[in-house]
């Protein structure tokens, strides 16, 4: 799936849960103009399997995921994105950096 100019995303042949596809295409568009300066020929970024815990289950931890490893694999700049535990209520926050709603239709 095209990302961002020549910036392109590869999903598993076994195939992936929807929210988690779309999740890791925001975590590759978190990070695609920088990436489009670093590789102006453009990349493929092939996703092998994405597997966590059930008990831990986050769709937005996709994106969380694919950020840090293009974060570790191309030393891009931070985009951000972080999550952090509310105990008190029991719930993750996530922050995506300049993005205030991921998927949101609403005028900016």
């Keep these: 799936m095209r990302i961002h100019r020549n910036i ?3 999903l598993p042949a076994s195939g992936l849960y ?3 596809a779309a999740w890791l295409a925001f975590g590759v568009s978190l990070n695609a103009h920088a990436l489009s300066e670093l590789l102006p020929e453009g990349i493929l970024v092939q996703v092998a399997s994405l597997e966590c815990p059930l008990s831990d289950y986050r769709s937005e931890a996709a994106a969380l ?5 293009l974060h570790q694999q191309f030393a ?3 985009s951000g994105a972080g999550v952090t535990y509310d105990p008190a209520q ?3 926050a996530f922050t995506w950096g300049q993005t205030a709603q991921p998927f949101s239709d609403a005028p900016w």
């Design 8 to 10: 392109w995303l590869g």
């Design 18 to 20: 929807w929210k988690d």
């Design 65 to 69: 995921a694919m950020d840090g490893w």
């Design 76 to 78: 891009v700049r931070s």
């Design 90 to 92: 029991g719930r993750f």
